[in-house]
Structures are given as C-alpha cells and as structure tokens.
DNA sequence: ACTTAAGGACAACAACTGTTTGTTAGGGAT
DNA sequence: ATCCCTAACAAACAGTTGTTGTCCTTAAGT
C-alpha cells in the first residue's frame, strides 16, 4: 500500500525511484520552517540528494510545494470521507469530520497539516493553485454544515470558516501529551452545537 | 497625537525622522507578502529611501519585524482595554472584546493584523521575541474567560484557543463588503456563548 | 549480454539576500 | 559662525537562492 501512491498516472518508473522521499522530507521541512524558510539544498539534502537531481522529478521548487500540499489534502479527505461514511445524523457526522480532521493533522502524516498554514501571503501564482485544491476539501465541510438544523440568522458560511478557523488554527498550538485531537475536535464541535450555557439544559453528555 | 507614536523612551530626534514611515511600509508589505517574502529592499523602496539606509533605524531586519509586531499588540491592546473598561457582565465584555479585536484587524491599521500571521514557522531566535509579545496580549482574553461561569469540564485555555482561532483566521479569508468585522466577532462569540440549538430555549437575544 | 532510458551527481549560473562600509548634506543648539 | 549629530546615499560585501546544463551510473526490457 505504500508504493503505489501518487503514481496514478501513467509511465515507467524505476523501483529505485525516490520521489516520495523527496515529498516526504519537503513536507517535513515545509511544515517545519515554511516554504520560503525551507530551500531546495535543505530538501535534497534531508533525502540524501542533491539540489539539482530534483528538478528530474519536479520541474520547479512550486511545482513541489504543490505536489506536496495536493497529496495532503487527498489524505484528509479520504479520512473525513471514511469517517462519516455509516454516520447519519447531520451533528454526529460534524463531529465525527471534526474527529477525523483533526486526527489526520496530527496522526504523523506530514502532508496533510500543510493545510493549516496561512497561504494568504504566498505568491499570488502559488497560491491560488494551493486555494483550488483546498477549496475542494472545505467544499467537504461546507455540505456537513448545511446539512445541519441551522436559524435562519445564521451563514453557514461563516460558521464553516469559525470551526475550520478553531480547528486548523490548532496547529500553531498543539502539542502532543495535553487534550488529544479527538478530544479537541469533540469539543469545538460542542461548543457551536450547545454553547456553554450553563442553564442544565445541555449539561448532559 | 501622530508625533508621539513610539518615540516613548527617549532621545532628540529630528522632525524629519521617517521611522514611522518605515514601519508602516514594512507592515504594509509584511501584510501583503509576509516576512520572508519581503526584502530589506522592497520596503526601503516603498518608503522612499535605499536598503543601507534603513539600518539607521533598525539594527537588523529580525528588529524591523519585531518593532511593527509589537506595534501591532500595543495597538490592540489600547483598543480592547477601551471597549471593555465600563462593561461588567462577563460575557458582554467578552463579546465587546472581540468586537473590538476584530474592528481593529480590519481598521486600516497595518500593524495588528500581523499578529494573526502564523509564527510558529519563524526562525527560533525571531519567534521567541514575537511570542512573548503576543502572550502579553493573550492573557487579557485568558482573564475575560476565566470570568466567565464555565462547567467545570470546560478547559478555558482551550476555549481561548478556540476563540482566537475562529477570529484570527478570519484574517485569510476576510474581505470588506461582506459581514461586517462586528457582526462576525458578534456571531463567533454567540456560538460558544448558546451554540446553535434550535430548540427555542436559547432563540431570544 | 546489450541497449536504452531512468535517476541522479556535479558544477556553474545569474539574481537576490541581509548587512556593512565610507561618505555627505543639512538641521539644531551653542 | 561653529560644530555635532541625525539621516540618508551609494557601492560593495559574502552568502544563498532557484535553476540549468552536462555528464555519469545503473536498473530494466529484450
């Protein structure tokens, strides 16, 4: 199951060929100081290359930071996808996304938390090829939230962007050994469920 | 009130100074393109004058970028401790509070926005500096939750984190035209506050 | 065993990086 | 009128950036 990803396409490759290594130390070190912070040296040198062999397997340093972000929003998705799969009730699927989001963050995958970083201020070339692919992901979140029993007052497009926003904002804080991320998730999903009113209304569960 | 902006500590300095100006162009280019993306060059040309020259000012660019953060926080710091001083209900002023936060973002000051900037990816010694200053303003919404009636499985920090997740991340997708930077800090603040129940107990206000 | 292309090493590139240097024009106080 | 110091210019620094071309090695197909 582990040599057979991304390789959908088409063409000859070698057994020897290294280009998920080469994405998977781009993801570490992209993760780790940024895209601009993180230069092709840095990467090569991580998968025991050097600079130049790279531009055999991605045309340019883009090209990668693409590649990497696209293979992370495939995984997250394919998790949520699963996750909600055999859920019914419009909130229990919410939480179970949330769940799953959140997991696949911070569950050793280094691809998918590239999805968190604020791309806002990327170069405008780069940046609206990474928005495609992660507006394809959130399009996910938006179809749970209209699903749910919602006022009439309330945008579900806004309340989509406070849970990502609560949720992905995590990854500038979250630390292994404190709340878990299913614990985290079960939690911001509550409190735009029931509130923290403390009326005994909703202190059960 | 525009001449004595940061020129606290001390020293002569001549009417002609253009500090200002330099830390409203870096910010300004900050904003638009972050940190690493933004030359010494770049914002020396914004503001009229060459590179060398803005060594005058700043001994380095690690405190050009630590100068306009800490603008930042001072600025909405002023602004939240304005709104909130008359207030007494616990969570009016966490809602004015955030009102507050959110209209200054998006006041047209360029500075506090760049608080919202993920830092975690910086450089250590660089992001040490910025952290601190960001904790200081960090604690003043930790005291504004930890005032409020909270059951007792409610972790607060993680509901600051919360909070100041959905409302900093606003700062990728917000744009003028839209709800209104009130209306939204109204709205995420009245999420955690009833949730969205919909059964009719929480429906008034 | 031979051929072919995949996969990568290596060196060099021009452009750009933050920073430093030496120097100078001019405002402010004496 | 003098002198100091602020504020900036202009040019250069050494290092790093993404990228490219050329060459060599080696796995796979026949």
Same mark, same amino acid.
């Given at each position: 199951?582990?040599?057979?990803? %991304? ?9 020897? /060929? ?6 998977? $130390?781009?993801?570490?070190?992209? /993760? ?8 092709? #040296?840095?990467?090569?040198? =991580?998968?025991?290359? +050097? ?7 991605? @045309?340019?340093?883009?090209? +990668? ?8 929003? #495939?995984?997250? *998705?394919?998790?949520?996808? =699963? ?6 009730? @419009?909130? %229990?699927? &919410? =939480? ?6 959140? /997991? ?5 995958? /280094? ?17 609206? #090829? ?13 179809? +749970?939230?209209?699903?749910? @029993? ?12 406070? &849970? ?16 878990? @991320? ?14 923290? $009113? ?5 202190? *059960?569960?």
């Amino acid at each position: 199951m582990a040599n057979s990803i %991304d390789k959908a396409e088409d063409g000859p490759y070698r057994s020897d /060929n290294r280009r998920q290594e080469l994405m998977a $130390s781009a993801a570490h070190l992209f /993760n780790q100081r940024g895209y601009d912070a993180t230069s092709m #040296r840095d990467i090569a040198k =991580e998968a025991g290359m +050097l600079a130049g062999s790279m531009y055999y397997h991605f @045309p340019s340093k883009d090209d +990668l930071i693409i590649a990497t972000y696209e293979e992370g929003t #495939r995984l997250i *998705t394919e998790a949520v996808v =699963e996750a909600i799969r055999d859920i019914q009730d @419009p909130w %229990d699927r &919410l =939480e179970k996304a949330a769940i799953a989001h959140m /997991n696949t963050l911070f569950g050793g995958n /280094n691809f998918s938390i590239l999805l968190c970083a604020d791309i806002s201020r990327t170069a405008p070339t780069l940046r609206i #090829r990474l928005i495609e692919s992660r507006d394809s992901y959130d399009s996910l979140f938006m179809d +749970l939230i209209e699903s749910l @029993p919602l006022p009439a007052d309330v945008d579900p497009t806004l309340l989509r962007l406070s &849970l990502l926003g609560s949720l992905n904002w995590s990854s500038s804080w979250y630390r292994p050994g404190g709340h878990s @991320p299913t614990q985290i998730a079960a939690l911001f999903v509550r409190l735009i469920r029931e509130g923290l $009113s403390t009326t005994d209304f909703h202190s *059960t569960q």
